[in-house]
């Protein structure tokens, strides 16, 4: 696996190349993916804003996250990562978008949410792609781990979008 900084490097090429932006809205990871972006030099040419929504009141006074999604199936779920990205990329205008909501630990976990539980949302100009993930670890790696995954992931799919 590549490691964050390279990976962060090859999403800003994709971008610059094409001449978009990508926005964050991350609550497990807390500015993680955000910190990863601009460790690249330039990267504000195509990373404007991004969003720490750590507590549940954030994803919906910031991103429009609906209050029945989270009462309902917990903030660590696809919809609620959906619409993190809908609502991050509507508020940045960014073509592209990252949202990640997840049990870090070491507490926290259920039978049906364990720890290392991690959802990821990935919006981009043909819709939004979503996967739930379990990472193996303790809390700082599995912060580790999804922040290398939202990353990867996204250089992915711009690279298939061509």
């Given at each position: 696996?590549?490691?964050?900084e390279?990976?962060?490097?090859?999403?800003?090429?994709?971008?610059?190349?094409?001449?978009?932006?990508?926005?964050?809205?991350?609550?497990?990871?807390?500015?993680?993916?955000?910190g990863?972006?601009?460790?690249?030099?330039?990267?504000?040419?195509?990373?404007?804003?991004?969003?720490?929504?750590?507590?549940?009141?954030?994803?919906?006074?910031?991103?429009?996250?609906?209050?029945?999604?989270?009462?309902?199936?917990?903030?660590?779920?696809?919809?609620?990562?959906?619409?993190?990205?809908?609502?991050?990329?509507?508020?940045?205008?960014?073509?592209?978008?990252?949202a990640?909501?997840?049990?870090?630990?070491?507490?926290?976990?259920?039978?049906?949410?364990?720890?290392?539980?991690?959802?990821?949302?990935?919006?981009?100009?043909?819709?939004?792609?979503?996967?739930?993930?379990?990472?193996?670890?303790?809390?700082?790696?599995?912060?580790?781990?999804?922040?290398?995954?939202?990353?990867?992931?996204?250089?992915?799919?711009?690279?298939?979008?061509?």
């Open positions: 696996m590549l490691n964050t390279a990976l962060a490097e090859q999403l800003g090429q994709a971008l610059l190349a094409r001449g978009q932006s990508v926005t964050t809205a991350e609550s497990c990871t807390g500015g993680l993916i955000a990863a972006i601009t460790d690249v030099a330039g990267s504000s040419n195509w990373f404007n804003r991004g969003f720490v929504t750590y507590s549940n009141s954030a994803k919906v006074d910031m991103l429009d996250v609906p209050p029945g999604f989270i009462q309902g199936l917990g903030a660590v779920s696809e919809p609620v990562v959906a619409a993190m990205v809908q609502g991050a990329m509507a508020a940045s205008s960014a073509d592209w978008g990252i990640v909501s997840g049990v870090a630990g070491p507490g926290g976990g259920s039978a049906d949410k364990p720890v290392g539980t991690v959802w990821f949302a990935w919006g981009s100009p043909l819709g939004i792609v979503t996967e739930r993930c379990v990472f193996a670890g303790d809390r700082r790696e599995v912060r580790q781990q999804a922040v290398a995954h939202a990353l990867g992931k996204l250089v992915q799919l711009i690279k298939e979008s061509r």
